[in-house]
């Protein structure tokens, strides 16, 4: 039977490659029943509205949720990124953000899980005499027991069915009482995968390991925040914003998971067929491994590394190189 998916393409380059993940995964042999849903700038710029509560509402029938991009440079700051991307995620529980990067070259092989609804991402904190010359600020993170194990458990999960190596990062020495819900946790649940080792590394000596020797990592587990900037660079050390993908997944399958690229919507190059659509392609693929279409997936996967190494303008690749986007996913098609 046909997975029902939830398709945004949003805006700027977001339709573009949301409709080359499609075409591939059509390739792969898998059946989508596709319903669009317009939201991103361009509605708000339209209407005012970003995520109305009956669209939400919509939206938890879907099997999954495949998005492009959102955000245009009209919209003020903030708007798309708390009223849609993070709504979602909080509404729908999607707990884990599960980001892999592979980069065969310099030997990495690495899934980061960021925890998804807490820490300072959950919207704690507020304003005192706002605007004045005594105005204060704060913004608390919010770390649960329930929220930091459920999302741990997952991790050791996935570690367990890899390599069998779990990275705790955080900032333990500073964040003193975050960093020991954090690692108690980690600890505890440790004590039940006996197979799968386990280190620790603060956040700012990650970002060094990250660049001087990422092969060290297989599965690593960290908060809302560190996570956030951590996979951004892991995206700057393998292979670029164009094969950055992410799953925001509710594992317990009480609503549905989303799927997009890490890139934005990036206005500079929309509608010019210049997108590169691996990473959409990619976020497509860990979809499918939700919906239990893991053969699938990998066949994807692999068909992305040998058409990300036509790309590669340093590799040794011969030949006719695809160059716009439609023409990359149907290199990626046809491999399948
Ligand atoms: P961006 O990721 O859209 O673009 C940054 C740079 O990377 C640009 O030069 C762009 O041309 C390039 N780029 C991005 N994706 C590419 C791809 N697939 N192929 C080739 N080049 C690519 O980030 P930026 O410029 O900061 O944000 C633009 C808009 O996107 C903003 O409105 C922002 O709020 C939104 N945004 C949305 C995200 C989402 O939907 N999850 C994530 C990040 C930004
Ligand atoms: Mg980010």
Redesign the pocket.
Known sequence: MAHQVAVIG?????PE?VAEALKVVAAAGVELATTDFEL??ARYLRDGTVLPDEVLDELRAFDAIL???????E?P?GV??RGL?LKMRFALDQYVNQRPFTEPAKGIDMVVIRENTEGTYAGEGGFLRHGTPHEVATQGSVNTRMGVERCVRYAFDLAQQRRGHLTLVHKTNVLTYAGDLWQRTFDEVAAEFPDVETAYNHVDAACIYFVQDPGRYDVIVTDNLFGDILTDLGGAVSGG??LASSGNLNPDRTSPSMF??????????AGQK???????ILSAALMLDLLDEGAAADRIRTACAAVAAQLDPSGASDGPRPTTTPEIGDAVADLL
């Open positions: 949003g805006d700027g380059i977001g490659v991103g700038g998005l492009g991009a959102v955000g245009t440079p919209v700051p798309i990124e991307l914003i164009g997009e690229p890490v890139h934005g919507s990036a206005p500079d190059i210049k997108a590169n659509p691996l990473a959409a």
